[in-house]
């Protein structure tokens, strides 16, 4: 059984800096990509960011990039989203999700279909 948890989540102001923790358990983490994906009350699930098994590519959107940065620590089976200059658009629940290799989201890393396991979320509230 996969499971990711969540972590390092809470309230910040404006143009502060949080960083969200994903521990992934019960499968090899070095075999999966890895993304984070946020959701705000009313709207879709949006892309943040990803990165890939060994690291060697991340992927963000226009929206968080030179912001928002994803790191992975292979040894501690545990992915990062490092956030800075907040703003009150980045409130959300914020959820890590892994994807196996070969589901191509090296090409399409923002399609959430292409992961298979999921966390609980974390909110992010960035207050004025």
């Known amino acids: 059984q996969v499971q990711l948890v969540e972590s390092g989540g809470g309230l910040v102001q404006i143009g502060g800096s949080l960083r969200l923790s994903c521990v992934v358990s019960g499968r090899t983490f070095s075999s999966f990509h890895m993304g984070w994906f946020r959701q705000a009350p009313g709207k879709e699930r949006e892309f943040v960011a990803a990165i890939t098994s060994r690291g060697s590519s991340t992927y963000y959107p226009d929206s968080v990039k030179g912001r928002f940065t994803i790191s992975r620590d292979n040894a501690m089976n545990t992915v990062y989203l490092q956030m800075n200059s907040l703003k009150p658009d980045d409130t959300a629940v914020y959820y890590c999700?892994?994807?196996?290799?070969?589901?191509?989201?090296?090409?399409?890393?923002?399609?959430?279909?292409?992961?298979?396991?999921w966390g609980q979320g974390a909110q992010v509230t960035v207050s004025s």
């Open positions: 999700a892994a994807a196996r290799l070969g589901l191509g989201v090296p090409s399409n890393p923002s399609n959430p279909s292409k992961y298979s396991y």
